[in-house]
């Protein structure tokens, strides 16, 4: 019998042990920024990549505390507890608030809201995310001193005033090391991070001594326990906070989820993701760690090593539990310009043009995708994010909102009816004038459509019969009803019949519903253009008859 282990599960394994070596050293960066002690990021990676391997849908998502996130936690608990003894209590309660928040989400099904987030804003948000991630791993690459806030220019800035303060052995460091990551991807079986990892901690005593930084002594004292819930006045600022948490978190986790799905073609699952990052949250505030979420540099890394199912990041769990367990000291001595390396190497992946092409060649979305880039550059990660979003669905009503009516003619010889502004051999039949509304009928536009179709009623002297196709409203709402009711009205009065056309079930069983006098069931009948012209034509000769 076969025991061959399939590529496969040779690239998991080979992504996970590539990436453990960068992501303990940055649980416990990450520690320092919010202000925790170290085992604070050790637990969250912890819990982050085993609930996230177990439980998650990304197969290249890697769960454990973020930069930004731990921002957040920083500030929050500095405003709840400021510099005192309960802080790491204060924490692990906005963590375990932050969790329960992601479940809530979760149950109520909100993942579809992630649905708002179009491609070009993602793509374009991806792209600036990796340059911001790139510029602050530049201080850690060269020796500069760090770098603080999301705001591109003022970092650029920070960057050339203290650019006589960068230290060359530094410098080299890291183009050294990203000179031998470049190289390795032409070698997929040779992880390259694990590569660099290696030759930093065996020329850390050389590099220690002409000044180049290490990760530094790391002093593990695991304490779990049960947090301290709010005082009577701290519910609220508890809650404002925890869903700071969420809507920071989930802003990298789908982003990183849902980018590398378009990527390589996955689906996607938010609910789901939303209750697994809400377990994973909760756990970790249990055991006063971290809040969790799939941050992009990690899952970048995760990608370029070749990770192929979740089994890389479960991987990636037992691996840091035995370099905790046994490497500890040999991680003290990794440089940081070796990590910060390895960072920009992965989101420089993201930094392809290539990605804007189709944008640019189809003449869709350009605008949209260049926003989204310039928000994350300038407003920093999360309100780039939210303003790319909003300036979005601001296009959408603009073009919803426009009013557009196109009179259709039929062909010659062909039952077809089109737009005769497109098709200049297309006749409307005669006494009879077709218009079709562009756009879905709703409030902000169903006044300026009916407009404008009396517009074109008055254009088109000797009208009888008008058919209206509504095929573009799959609904209505009462606005667009009772515009419908003023507009045949306005019909009747002059004499003039109106038959509604390409109806959808939803918008045929509510103008039922609705029984206006002016529409009577007979023309609502009526599915096809073809069918209503008919018997318009017939209803028209008829009245002729009759009136002979």
Not at 36 to 63: D, N
Not at 67 to 73: D, E, K
Not at 83 to 100: P, S, Y
Not at 441 to 451: I, W, Y
Request: proline letters at 5%; hydrophobic letters at 55%.
């Amino acid at each position: 019998m076969s025991t061959a282990v399939s590529p496969a599960r040779i690239t998991d394994v080979l992504a996970g042990l590539g990436i453990a070596g960068l992501l303990l050293p940055e649980a416990v960066a990450y520690s320092g920024i919010a202000g925790m002690p170290p085992q604070a990021g050790v637990v969250a990676l912890f819990v982050g990549l085993i609930c996230y391997g177990l439980l998650g849908t990304s197969r290249f998502a890697i769960v454990s505390s973020t930069s930004s996130s731990a921002a957040v936690l920083a500030a929050g608990t500095l405003l709840l507890a400021g510099g005192g003894a309960n802080r790491a209590a204060v924490a692990a309660t906005l963590v375990l608030l932050g969790g329960i928040c992601f479940l809530i989400a979760g149950s109520a099904r909100l993942g579809g809201l992630s649905h708002l987030i179009a491609r070009p804003v993602l793509r374009g948000y991806t792209f600036g995310l990796a340059i911001v991630i790139a510029l602050k791993q530049l201080p850690h690459l060269g020796g500069w001193p760090d770098l603080h806030g999301d705001f591109v220019p003022l970092l650029v800035a920070d960057l050339v005033r203290t650019s006589g303060q960068v230290h060359a052995i530094t410098l080299l460091t890291g183009v050294l090391a990203l000179a031998v990551l470049y190289a390795c991807e032409r070698l997929r079986r040779l992880p390259g991070s694990l590569l660099v990892i290696a030759l930093g901690v065996a020329a850390s005593q050389w590099l220690a001594a002409h000044g180049v930084p290490l990760t530094g002594a790391i002093r593990l004292q695991l304490s779990i326990g049960m947090p301290v819930w709010p005082s009577s006045g701290q519910w609220l600022p508890s809650v404002e906070l925890a869903a700071a948490l969420l809507l920071i978190l989930y802003a990298e986790s789908y982003s990183s989820i849902r980018g590398f799905a378009l990527k390589h073609n996955d689906p996607v699952a938010p609910n789901r993701d939303l209750l697994v990052l809400g377990v994973a949250n909760v756990l970790s505030g249990l055991c006063q760690g971290m809040p969790v979420g799939a941050g992009y540099s990690a899952t970048s890394a995760n990608e370029a090593g070749g990770a192929q199912s979740r089994l890389a990041g479960l991987i990636a769990a037992a691996t840091v539990l035995l370099m905790v367990l046994l490497l500890l000291r040999w991680i003290e001595r990794i440089p940081l310009a070796v990590l910060a390396a390895i960072v920009i190497h992965a989101v420089s992946k993201s930094w392809r043009l290539s990605v804007f092409r189709p944008y640019l060649q189809w003449r869709r979305d350009r605008l949209l995708a260049l926003a989204a880039v310039v928000a994350v550059l300038s407003v920093g990660i999360l309100n780039g994010l939210l303003f790319a979003i909003g300036f979005s669905l601001v296009l959408l009503l603009r073009q919803l909102a426009s009013a557009r009516v196109s009179v259709l003619g039929r062909l010659a010889g062909s039952h077809d009816f089109v737009d005769i502004a497109q098709h200049k051999d297309a006749v409307p039949p005669p006494g009879m004038l077709i218009l079709r509304p562009e756009e879905p009928l709703f409030f902000a536009n169903a006044e300026a459509v009916m407009t404008l179709a009396r517009k074109q009623v008055e254009e088109h002297a000797g009208v009888k019969q008008l058919v209206l196709s509504l095929e573009a409203s799959p609904d209505l709402d009462s606005t667009a009803l009772e515009s419908l009711g003023d507009f045949a009205a306005w019909l009747e009065a002059r004499g003039i019949g109106l038959r509604m056309a390409r109806l959808k079930d939803e918008t045929r069983n509510l103008l039922l519903r609705a029984a206006l006098p002016q529409l009577s069931s007979q023309a609502l009948d009526n599915w096809s253009v073809e069918d209503a012209v008919s018997a318009s034509l017939a209803t028209t000769s008829s009245t002729g008859n009759q009136a002979q």
